[in-house]
Structures are given as structure tokens and as C-alpha cells.
């Protein structure tokens, strides 16, 4: 079964832009969630989405935007990029608590 | 406030040595406790996880670990470690099913 994918792989967008970020879960799997791993840190949690209804939030601001489609892949958003924004962004699929990621999006905001 | 501590930045050990990454954690709940490992711009992958019975679990590549309530910890161990072992080790605490809180992680270098 092919893994969670996401795309682009890389992405280097300028202050203010608008970036979308997406990701196809683990066939089978109907969740999805978006973290933020900024160089030399653990991954913090942005959004976790079940069945295309928002289920938990994290601490970030309300440039930050997700969706779930009826396929159950995911699009990400982040709005007015601020250079702070840099960083990795990882997608999870998850069944039954597990979850599984994918490679990650690479955003540089110069 | 939920919360995962992994006190160790950075560890060294030879190849073959044995290891133990450490894990402490703040949770009120029985927690859902995982290990990840992340290879150089790669994502995560999973190693193991703890829900609940046996607190010694066994995971892929060789990896333990152990749930000690009483310490509120979830140390990670191999036996032999082996130069492809090298990487970043994440622990993390699951909070309400499917939201993950990690700690900072451990960078594990390995010399032959």
C-alpha cells in the first residue's frame, strides 16, 4: 500500500504570500493531521481532521486554514507568510491512534 | 499542561554499543506513548508505541522500550546499535486520540 503522500516536496514563497500545502492519506484512513516541525524541534500540532470535520486545533494563528475533502486527502493554507512560516511541514494519516506521516513539504519564506 | 521531556540533545555511542534514549513525560491520563525516528529531511516513522497491558514493548528495528508509570517515563533501548541507526529519536504522548505532543528529540550519532 503506498504511504502518505504530500506535495510539493520543497516550496519558497516571499513575505505575505499565500502557500497550500496538500496530502493524501493511507487508503483506509480517514484522518488526517498537519504539523509544524521547525528546524531543531519536535513537531507541534496544528490541525487534526476526521471525516472532513475539524477535531482539534492547535496554538498557531488564524492565518493557518485546513480542509478535508470527501476523498479525505487535505489541503493545508497559510495566509500573509511571515519568515517565522519557514519550516517542515508534515502530514499524518491515522487508524485506530496510530499515526503515520508523510515526507513533509519544505516551506522557506525569504 | 501536557508535556514530553527528552533530556538528552545529542548522544554518541560506538557501533555495536548498547543505548538508552530517555523520555519523561506530563500527562494526566493513561497516556498513548510513542517513539519516532526521522532520518535527514524525512518524515517520521514509527518505531513503537505503548497503549496499554504489557509496559515492555517491542518494536522494529531491534528497539524496546519500557513504560514505567511510577517514573512517568518511556525510555527507548537497543541492545547493539548499528551505524543505519543514526538519526533523530522523538518521543510524543497522544492527547485525545490523534493529536501527538513530542518532545525536542535526541540526535544519536554513531562511530564505527
Known amino acids: 500500500d503506498a504511504g502518505v503522500t504530500q506535495s510539493p516536496t520543497h516550496l519558497i514563497k516571499t513575505r505575505g504570500q499565500q502557500v497550500t500545502l496538500r496530502c493524501s492519506p493511507i487508503?483506509?484512513?480517514?484522518?488526517v493531521s498537519w504539523y509544524q516541525q521547525v528546524l531543531g524541534q519536535g513537531p507541534q500540532f496544528i490541525f487534526q481532521?476526521?471525516?472532513?470535520?475539524?477535531?482539534g486545533r492547535g496554538n498557531f494563528p488564524d492565518r493557518f486554514s485546513a480542509r478535508q475533502f470527501p476523498n479525505y486527502s487535505s489541503e493545508l493554507n497559510v495566509n500573509a507568510l511571515l519568515l517565522g512560516d519557514s519550516a517542515l511541514y508534515l502530514c499524518?494519516?491515522?487508524?485506530?491512534?496510530?499515526?503515520?506521516f508523510g515526507p513533509g513539504t519544505r516551506l522557506t519564506v525569504t | 499542561a501536557q508535556s514530553v521531556t527528552q533530556p538528552d540533545i545529542h548522544i554518541t555511542v560506538s557501533e555495536g554499543a548498547s543505548l538508552e534514549l530517555r523520555c519523561n513525560y506530563s500527562?494526566?491520563?493513561?497516556?498513548?506513548l510513542f517513539w519516532y525516528v526521522q532520518s535527514p529531511g524525512q518524515g517520521l516513522q514509527l518505531l513503537l508505541k505503548?497503549?496499554?497491558?504489557?509496559?515492555l514493548v517491542q518494536g522494529i528495528k531491534g528497539f524496546e522500550a519500557e513504560f514505567k508509570r511510577s517514573q512517568s517515563s518511556f525510555n527507548l533501548r537497543k541492545p547493539s546499535v548499528h551505524w543505519s541507526d543514526a538519526a533523530e529519536y522523538f518521543c510524543?504522548?497522544?492527547?485525545?486520540?490523534?493529536?501527538?505532543?513530542f518532545g525536542t528529540g535526541t540526535r544519536l550519532q554513531v562511530f564505527p
Open positions: 505503548y497503549f496499554s497491558g504489557d509496559t
Open positions: 499524518a494519516s491515522s487508524k485506530e491512534y496510530e499515526q503515520y
Open positions: 487508503s483506509g484512513h480517514k484522518s
Open positions: 481532521y476526521y471525516e472532513k470535520e475539524e477535531r
Open positions: 510524543a504522548v497522544g492527547v485525545n486520540t490523534d493529536k501527538l505532543i
Open positions: 500527562y494526566g491520563a493513561t497516556p498513548y
